[in-house]
């Protein structure tokens, strides 16, 4: 236990002080909330505090003499938290114009503060460093930052990629490193609104080896109250792969009349070719077209799709799902709805065919709990779900099919069509048992 605060014998024992200062709290009452712009400061006496963030207990402050508030006191800034009572609760609280007369008038509080504050600035120094040591046995580069954006550690494998020294960079900010700051800048507010771990390649100007283009994947630090306190980034050059994409986008605008060749004839070979090699030499015509479209659109969908969705770009994504919908030739189409899931199985992007349906209506929602019907050797797997919607408020059975989707080896999420069974069974023959025996 803490060593008692001197002044706290003396305020509890003078009627005076203790109706100025001493406040007691039941059980749920509310110190204050997070959001709130007062600033005053608290010491607890007896009881227990609980924190919270939103709607989450976090902690709790059960040590006489914590003090409690004093963030947003010496920031000026609004309570990063929830404070409230769980059983009688006493303290001690400093109205804001008066924590300074009060310091004043009772220094052994002052210096406990400043013991305080002195404790947390030394072990989050020594966090900075075992983590800078540990980071340095790592090939990647890694970059810690603090929420202004300010350096506060990176390991050697950084300083070889960024080609710049620690002296160089302990007073520099991260956006400093990158060609284009602003487009940094919005990559970060991206990560910090998806609370999320991602990765977006970056331009830098490396001083022998010229302009670099580095793979930076990102994570948001945040403290015991779940407040933003900063940034660990860790990159890999990937120049050599960039360029490569690039030169391989620019071959294929002169090109594309031949890849749609070459879409057809990969479906035909990526559907086809195991049954036969298992010696399925005839087959329905109508299931044999199926496999065709299907592999045809997947190819055609993950060409244009790679890109956007490695980028993140819901626009993007958005506009070449709409444009594939509608340059089909016919409205009978064996699926009548595209989404794109991240790697947490979130729906990143969303487009139905249907009329009256919200194009981008389940972006954000999970699919996790939905089971994934297949095995490893299966060519796409299935999933039944149902759907609420206002004609049919118990739920619309639905089937879709979800095929692994990758750019450069590296696993993006899925692709999944929402497949229109009627049209199945009409044109093609094929019930939800039927879909199961294409699988493989």
């Not at 909330?33 to 009881?47: A, C, F, R, T």
């Not at 050059?237 to 749609?260: I, K, Q």
């Not at 799902?321 to 016919?330: A, N, S």
Request: hydrophobic share 35%; glycine share 10%; aromatic share 10%.
């Amino acid at each position: 236990m803490r060593e008692r605060f001197d002044v706290l014998d003396e305020i509890t024992n003078n009627e005076a002080l203790r109706n100025r200062y001493l406040k007691s709290f039941g059980d749920g009452d509310v110190l204050f909330h997070e959001g709130d712009d007062s600033q005053d400061l608290y010491i607890l006496l007896s009881g227990r505090l609980g924190i919270s963030k939103g709607d989450k207990r976090i902690s709790e402050i059960t040590e006489e003499g914590s003090v409690v508030g004093e963030a947003a006191f010496l920031l000026g800034g609004k309570r990063t938290a929830t404070v409230k009572a769980e059983g009688p609760v006493q303290v001690l609280r400093i109205p804001k114009n008066e924590v300074n007369r009060f310091l004043a008038d009772y220094p052994s509080a002052a210096r406990k503060i400043g013991e305080l504050l002195a404790r947390r600035l030394n072990e989050a120094s020594q966090v900075v460093y075992g983590l800078r040591h540990i980071c340095d046995k790592l090939p990647d580069a890694v970059i810690l930052s603090d929420s202004n954006g300010k350096i506060l550690a990176w390991n050697v494998a950084a300083e070889k990629l960024y080609g710049r020294d620690w002296h160089h960079m302990k007073t520099g900010s991260v956006e400093d490193i990158y060609e284009e700051p602003r487009v940094y800048k919005d990559f970060l507010e991206d990560v910090k609104s998806n609370q999320s771990v991602s990765e977006r390649v970056l331009k830098i100007r490396h001083s022998e080896k010229g302009t670099r283009f580095i793979s930076t994947s990102t994570s948001i630090l945040s403290d015991g109250e779940n407040s933003f306190q900063g940034v660990l980034s860790i990159g890999r050059d990937v120049t050599s792969v960039h360029r490569m994409e690039r030169s391989y986008r620019r071959t294929r605008v002169g090109v594309v009349s031949a890849l749609v060749l070459l879409f057809l004839l990969g479906g035909t070979v990526f559907f086809g070719y195991p049954y036969f090699s298992k010696g399925v030499q005839t087959m329905d015509q109508r299931k044999q077209d199926l496999r065709n479209l299907l592999a045809k659109d997947l190819l055609l969908l993950k060409s244009l799709l790679a890109e956007p969705f490695s980028a993140r770009d819901r626009e993007k994504t958005a506009q070449i799902m709409k444009e594939f919908f509608q340059v089909q030739e016919t409205n009978n189409y064996p699926f009548d709805g595209l989404l794109l899931l991240d790697r947490e199985k979130r729906v990143f992007d969303s487009f139905s065919a249907n009329p009256g349906t919200d194009p981008g209506g389940l972006i954000g929602n999970s699919y996790a709990g939905i089971p994934f019907q297949g095995g490893e050797q299966s060519r796409f797997l299935i999933l039944v779900l149902y759907r609420v919607d206002k004609d049919h408020p118990m739920g619309k059975k639905g089937v879709e099919i979800a095929f692994e989707f990758e750019k450069d080896g590296r696993f993006l999420g899925w692709l999944l069509f929402q497949m229109d069974m009627k049209c199945l069974e009409d044109d093609y023959g094929i019930d939800e048992e039927g879909l199961k025996r294409l699988q493989g």
